[in-house]
């Protein structure tokens, strides 16, 4: 048990489709992320949520649309992706302090096909 | 705007033996943090280790330690008696002491184990 869920692990999906990334945390933390991992690149922040409320937007495209309805809850819907959205998406929640650093989802794989 | 520099790609040590991995950051801040992950194939991101900028003393965690030069920006991480389980990607990362929650990252460096 991590304290931080995402689901689902591997996701193909079509240009056409719609889908959406869950990720999950139980650790009282306040703030909660969503990363892009893509081979031999530094780690994309693409959006922050503090409180529920959106604090960044790393000027990502609209077709990725975050929602974050509660605390421990965070969502990524895709839709209309192109196949260089292909990566690895983290979901990642922190507490206030900045001691600490983050706790890290095992990610969701996503293919664009 | 601060970045973290990784400037190994790729590292290999036979087990038993000891690694350093190097890690170089540029800031203009004084009070900081930093950070050691480790990315196995598993996927998940695991905080191996962190420094807090104003702490003279270097942070230890078991057979991982860290090599902090606040003058020099460099922030290495020593693993010595090197495991098969540590065959993983490891990134170094940057956090303000402000109120923005972000973690800077380097590019990583993964780590081979040798038997």
Redesign the interface.
Known sequence: ETGVTQTPRHLVMGMTNKKSLKCEQHLGHNAMYWYKQSAKKPLELMFVYNFKEQTENNSVPSRFSPECPNSSHLFLHLHTLQPEDSALYLCASSPLSELYGYTFGSGTRLTVV | AQT?TQSQ?EMSVQEAETVTLSCTYDTSESDY?L?W?KQPP??????VI?Q?AYKQQNATENRFSVNFQKAAKSFSLKISDSQLGDAAMY?C?Y????SN???I????TKLIIKP
């Open positions: 973290v790609p943090y950070f992950y598993s996927r998940q991101m695991i905080l962190r807090e990134f990362a956090r303000s002491a402000d929650y972000q973690l990252w380097g590019a990583g």
